[in-house]
């Protein structure tokens, strides 16, 4: 069976998600397409050990995100087993692609065998669910969850320009509200939660997040009580994130939001209460309050 996998960019180069993908296919025996929608980061995509082919499919559509017009642009060059991030990207074009491909799809998958036999956490993370698809279908894959495959590769580059193809206008772009990197962006998260006292206190995590280009997440209880944007909101009802680094301050560890960061990779948590949850799933905790230990860690990350 051919794998065909969906890149994801992240500013003008390629999401470290996409060598990820191509080591998810790699580790089953195929040599994948990968699929560059709006051509960024598409020689980085060839350069990747064991890519076959890059297409770079280029047009008006891809100015500005619209899962659809994205879809529309890339599903005919998409066969075989496709794979996508479980990013909110990924998971709207790969659940548009297997729509308009009339093929079932996975989301959010931590494992993958021969088969294909796929595993994915379900109920919050509570279970974890394995289930076979035979044929053709989408599968998301979870950022972090699988190996990177190394540099190496020299696939050529086709483009394909769909600019008259695709009938749908571009939409304007959506101005940010912040220039802050995006939680389920980032490789390094610092979220606060209800400890850190008030909202105002959030400027100290920021610092922190500059010194070492992390976004800021919070907890649920900070977005409901203190309008936090719901964006930054880790957790069951807010966003799943994997990074490779996420800091834990002044959050307790409720199930809710362990429920959205817990397959992180490494886990700091910075709590005055050592019976908190939180340090449950930690790697490092240091039980402290954040007015002793987060000064002591930016001067730390200043001295380095
Ligand atoms: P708290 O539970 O109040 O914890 C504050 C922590 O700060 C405590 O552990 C305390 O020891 C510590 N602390 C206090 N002062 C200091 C100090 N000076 N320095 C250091 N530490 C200090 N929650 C989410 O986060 N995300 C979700 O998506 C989410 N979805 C939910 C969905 C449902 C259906 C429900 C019912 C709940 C959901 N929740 C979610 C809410 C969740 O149950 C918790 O209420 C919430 O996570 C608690 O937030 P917190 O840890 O910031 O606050």
Not at 194 to 216: C, P, S, T, W, Y
Request: net charge negative; with cysteine.
């Amino acid at each position: 069976m051919e794998y065909t996998v969906i890149a994801e960019s992240s500013g003008d180069s390629l999401h470290p998600i996409t060598a990820q993908l191509v080591g998810a296919a790699s580790a089953l025996g195929s040599s994948p397409t990968v699929v560059v929608p709006g051509g960024v980061g598409a020689d980085e995509a060839a350069s990747i050990a064991g890519v076959s082919k890059v297409v770079s499919v280029v047009g008006d559509c891809f100015v500005t995100f619209d899962g659809g017009a994205w879809a529309t642009a890339i599903a005919s060059q998409c066969s075989g087993v496709v794979l996508a991030g479980a990013t909110p990207i990924g998971r709207e074009v790969a659940s548009r692609v297997a729509a308009k491909r009339g093929v079932p799809i996975v989301q959010d998958a931590t494992g993958l065998a021969a088969g294909i036999t796929i595993t994915r956490p379900i109920y919050s993370g509570k279970a974890v669910e394995t289930s076979t698809v035979t044929g053709e279908c989408v599968i998301t894959l979870r950022a972090n969850a699988f190996e990177a495959a190394g540099a190496g590769g020299s696939a050529a580059v086709n483009v394909v320009d769909q600019s008259a193809d695709v009938g749908i206008a571009v939409k304007e772009a959506i101005a940010k509200a912040s220039e802050r990197l995006d939680v389920s962006e980032a490789d390094i998260i610092i979220s606060g939660g209800r400890g850190i006292g008030q909202k105002e206190n959030f400027a100290h995590l920021e610092e922190v997040a500059d010194m070492i280009g992390a976004a800021v997440g919070a907890s649920r209880a900070v977005v409901d009580e203190w309008g936090m944007p719901h964006s930054m909101q880790v957790g069951q009802t807010g966003k799943t994130v994997t990074p490779s680094l996420y800091i834990a301050v002044g959050i307790s560890g409720a199930i809710q939001h362990l429920a959205g960061m817990r397959s992180s990779k490494y886990i700091v948590a910075i709590n005055k209460d050592p019976d908190a949850p939180i340090f449950g799933v930690a790697d490092y905790g240091i039980v402290a309050t954040w007015e002793e230990a987060v000064p002591a860690l930016k001067a730390a990350l200043a001295a380095l």
